[in-house]
């Protein structure tokens, strides 16, 4: 069947089976392997991105289902156009995980960081417990989460995004 | 500045930002799945549903008409090239593809080439294989029942399911020292197969060239040189033919230490079509088939004299290795290092004996973050310490402190005879103890105990012996445990450090950096590390048992050390001093008693690969290479308390707090340390409450799936407390042990002993992990239950 997904503000039409999964057709259709596939049964969170504005577990969603919506996945969370090199200036999030080693071997990294980008965008200040009831959902077998927490608490209050600016803030 | 120099000037260690993660938050690593060569096919597994079966005939022929279906591969097909089974690392053989039985649910029977993933399920389902079943052999401890049914009758002659028998310690000795305690503890307990789970799972991609010969296998291995000399031995192929690049690997544990049959099987799919195969396994199957951990039934006793001095301790074991002996451990010990199992104490004897055998089970047993079985010895010698002290009326930390060896006793000789590098195991302990305000603990149980509510809190104390290992007692299949390592340094000062090792998220591309530009007066900055591909890097055995810093980090830092001599050689050229004038002072080569007159590695580096003339004897360019065989094992250690509230209604375990004092001896990078250490406390949190691979009856198994095999999540582990001490390793080059295991070692005891120290009022003695709700609120009415075994 044919689909037409927008991912990452870019219109993608392809010919897919209508048993194909979002996670598959990202990674293998539109080469986006920043997402992970980890468990199938959704209790890991690895494939997380977001459909429309959500953040979904990809394994078990079809691609079908993504025909005419949003997806956005890690690769759209570096900030475009901020000109530095490297590929743009991280967001926040991404700056926290890698300031507050709150990722080891990085395969649950892109899902944590959708997730808590989502939770960042509707509580701008949360808790350590809202943290880990966001994230709650989500497995990561290295870092214990505790780190993880951190990371997101230090994107929280490092809005600006940059480490030059957030050490201007303290 | 004219006083000479007495200390390093320079260090390149501390708390660096990870070079890895610039990639990894930017959703650019590699992964092996993630690769994608042209023409690629893929490989799909059909596995057996049964745990014990005699294959009757296999009927390929609807599958191989599938129109994306490429190529269908049985143990026929494998037979013909001789690869129907593989060694595995215990010296025993594993089926590839099932010629004759399946033993364990989940065996791989047949193995399918197509266009692409999905096609290749499909034609698993157009297979089909004729079973005539067989009674199960499930629960170990009837596997040498007379009449059980023979496993393994593959093996010539075998007529009973039994793998090995070994022993460490003094028997006389022990039983001698029990006949003189005052007080004699024992207790059956069983530390519950797990799955070590990495959230990515295994796989490879595998691409043979006909024409040239070579053989490039792109493989989730965490021991990709040990993985291409079993290659060559298996395959028959010149190993310079065969490169193996493990690239980001997402978590090991264990898991992607052995070759897996899915891995041959992408090879010969490559070599039958001629295109690149991969293999990638779904959780059930990484659940159902992969290496296990654990599964050790333990009976453990411990002698004391009445002011609770402890004086012996004994182990009898009944280890559950499944159907295949795939245990991966060095080979002259079939238990691991279980025979540790002394842990931190001073005592007189000990003696412990270990019989392993065949289940209809998956195979495994060394895996999982257990520094070859040390997980299993700590839980025993600290459950026992713990029930020692509930006999006795003991305070559970007073009876440790009593205990545990002095720092005066090392290097100290176990009564099981390794030779422990270094401690201080009281000071490690009373750091825990002021950091839980433990006195004050006690306190707030005794109160709560009043009011009917159940606080526990738990103690453990762990010695590791980690860095496999000299290579006179230690080899895995007859390749000795020794690490190579390389480095160039570049005309400009930048230096390229080659390893054998392969990271996992441990970090090695900064932490290693770090060892060499500490001792090269560098910045990290300015190393690169390259690991994870045999064309690329020197022989070594690759990463698991916690062997990365203590083997491959000290090559690190001896052939930095390699090129420092020899720029000392050349700075003396430059200066036109004696190279007996020079000394170095952290940053650079300069002149005894005239530090204006210095070289830098950067100015040498430029000198070595310039004009200058050198010294005879003095090649140019600055790079060496060395071999790394540790002369002995390390010994991190340390002291956990867990504080737990149980609520006896619905036997819910909530761990309130953890505190976690580690000394892994010097520390490269305490931010990548600590880090280490709160995974292995989840892991932890996992086995002691939630983690088992059960089976039923028939043997199938109850953990094939996230939805039923639990992993701790946030909401069960609690914000860590860390300590640290630091006592340098005296035999290591930079101080440094081991770390990556040792919380997933420490952990589990302080845990299991905080929750029964919370069931105390309720008479509860012991209870086996996982203590779930169920199996918590089961000991409190008074029953137990068999964690690994469904309930009838």
Known sequence: ??????????????????????????????????????????????????????PVKSCTVLAAMADGRKVRTVEDLAMKGAGEAGGGRLDPIQQGFAECH????????????????????????????????????????????????????????????????????? | MTEPVTRPEHTAYGPVKRKEDARFVRGQGNFTDDIQLPGMLHGAILRSPLAHARIVSIDTLAAESHPKVKAVITGETLEQRRLAWMPTLSQDVQAVLATDKVRFQGQEIAFVVAEDRYSARDALELINVEYEQLPPVVDATKALDPGAPVIRDDLAGKQDNHIFDWEAGDKAATDAAFASADVVVGQDMLYPRSHPAPLETCGAIADFSEVSGQLTVWATSQAPHAHRTLYALMLGLPEHKIRIISPDIGGGFGNKVPIYPGYLCAIVGSMITGKPVKWFEDRSENLMSTTFARDYHMHGEIAATSDGTIIGLRAKVLADHGAFNGSAQPSKFPAGFFHIFTGSYDLRAAHCEVTGVYTNKSPGGVAYSCSFRITEAVYLVERMVDLLALELGMD?????????????????????????????????????????????????????RERGEYMGIGLSFFTEGVGAGPRKHMDILGLGMADGASLRVHPTGKAVLSVSCQTQGQGHETTFAQIVAHELGLSPDDVDVVHGDTDRTPFGLGTYGSRSTPVSGAAAAVVARKVRERAKIVA????????????????????????????DIAEIAMAAHGAIELPDGVEGHLDAETVYNPPNLTHPFGAYICVTDVDPGTGQVQIRRFIAVDDCGVRINPMIV????????????????????????????????????????????????????????????????????????????????????ALRPFGVRHADMPLTPGCVWTAIQGRSLRSDLAVP
């Not at chain 1, 392997?33 to 997380?48: I, R």
């Not at chain 2, 006793?409 to 195991?425: L, R």
């Not at chain 2, 983690?691 to 996230?706: E, K, M, R, W």
């Open chain 2, 572 to 599: 003396s050229a430059m200066l036109e001093v004696s190279p007996d004038d020079l000394e170095w002072s952290g940053r650079r080569w300069q002149v005894r008693g005239d530090p204006e007159k210095a070289r």
């Open chain 1, 102 to 170: 709150g990722l080891q071997c990085g395969f649950c990294t892109p899902g944590m960081m959708m997730t808590a980008r989502w939770l960042l965008d509707r509580i701008p200040d949360p808790s350590p417990e809202e943290i880990r009831e966001a994230l709650s959902g989500q497995i990561c077998r290295c870092t214990g989460y505790e780190n993880i927490v951190r990371s997101v608490l230090w994107a929280s209050k490092h809005t600006g995004g940059s480490v030059a600016s957030a050490e201007a803030d303290e």
């Open chain 2, 674 to 757: 600590e880090g280490q250490v709160h995974g292995g406390l989840a892991d932890g949190v996992g086995m002691a409450l939630m983690q088992v691979i059960a089976f039923d009856s028939n043997g199938n198994c109850l953990g094939g799936s996230f939805m039923d095999y639990l992993l701790p999540t946030t909401m069960e582990c609690p914000s860590w407390e860390l300590g640290a001490t630091v006592t340098p390793s005296p035999h290591h080059p930079i101080g440094a042990k081991g770390v990556g295991e040792s919380a997933t070692v420490g952990s589990p005891p302080a845990i299991v002993n905080s929750v029964l120290d």
């Open chain 1, 1 to 54: 069947m044919q689909i037409t997904v927008n991912v990452n503000g870019a219109d993608y039409s392809r010919d897919v089976e209508a048993r194909l999964l979002l996670i598959h057709f990202l990674r293998d259709d539109l080469g986006l392997t920043g997402s992970h596939w980890g468990c199938d049964t959704s209790n890991c969170g690895a494939c997380v991105v977001w459909l429309d504005d959500t």
């Open chain 2, 396 to 448: 559970a930390a007073e009876l440790r402190m009593k205990n545990l060896l002095r720092p005066e006793q090392f290097p100290y000789t176990c009564p099981t005879g390794w030779e422990y590098d270094s401690g201080n195991y009281p000071r490690a302990l009373q750091v825990a103890m002021d950091i839980a305000d433990y006195p004050e603990l006690r306190r707030e149980q005794a109160e709560k």
